[in-house]
């Protein structure tokens, strides 16, 4: 009985030693499969950030081009989804507009934070400028590098090349929620626009065009404080003077 009991305690002893190497060995192959997976993604390149002057098709409500595939901020910025957490941002056709012929543009630095409906760039107009508001909040991850040489690409492709800053936000979906799109982007524009067109009918008969609606160039003709003042109303933020 006693060599019985020995033998199977040996037995199990055994049993239990090979299961032992058998789960250290697992452990160690787990750990050396995981550094060369970390490896491998640390020499992979780093994707590039998706194209940021995607086209996009012009869709014309009252008179102003609103691609329906964009969020607007009521501050006449555009958000356009790029990732499942990245947008890019830029100026609608209203905002640009009103600001006129852009002579520079302030962006922000990239890693910097930004929350929506605060600060996202400044748009140097001759001896003026104006903020805009940002349509969405998180960390910059890039800013347009065209805009240095090339300013008036705000004004002349605001969908296109003209594009401000690209973001990363954690709260994407949640700032879409507080953007305008779809069919209300029409009623909103039919608001601004005849909001917009009374303001203009008691300033200088050069900024209204043949049947009441504002000329392209109606920002050229509007004083400082004229400009402030709609600035103020429709982009939701400071006009200054340089």
């Known amino acids: 009985m006693v060599r019985a009991k020995e033998f199977v305690m040996g037995a199990l002893l055994a049993i239990a030693t090979f299961a032992l190497l058998i789960g250290i060995d697992y452990l160690l192959t787990r750990r050396a499969a995981a550094r060369e997976v970390a490896v491998e993604a640390a020499a992979a390149p780093v994707p590039a950030l998706p194209p940021a002057e995607t086209r996009v098709e012009p869709v014309w409500v009252d008179g102003y081009d609103m691609p329906d595939q964009l969020h607007y901020h009521r501050g006449h910025v555009w958000a356009r989804v790029v990732g499942s957490d990245t947008a890019v941002v ?127 160039d109606f920002a050229e003709h509007l004083d400082t404080g004229e400009w402030k003042s709609l600035v103020e109303v429709f982009l939701l933020t400071q006009g200054y003077d340089r």
């Open 90 to 216: 830029g100026v609608d056709d209203f905002g640009r507009r009103l600001l006129g012929k852009v002579e520079g543009v302030g962006l922000p630095k990239v890693g910097s934070y930004i929350r929506q409906g605060a600060t996202g760039a400044r748009i140097d107009v001759d001896h003026r400028a104006a903020d805009l508001v940002s349509p969405v909040d998180g960390e910059v991850i890039a800013v347009n590098p065209s805009l240095a040489e090339e300013p008036g690409l705000v004004s002349d492709d605001p969908y296109g090349r003209g594009w401000l800053y690209q973001i990363r936000s954690t709260n994407i979906a949640a700032n879409l929620r507080n953007l305008i799109s779809g069919s209300l982007i029409h009623r909103w524009m039919d608001d601004s626009r005849e909001q917009l067109e009374l303001r203009l009918m008691a300033l200088s008969g050069s900024v209204l065009q043949d049947g009441g609606e504002p000329a392209q």
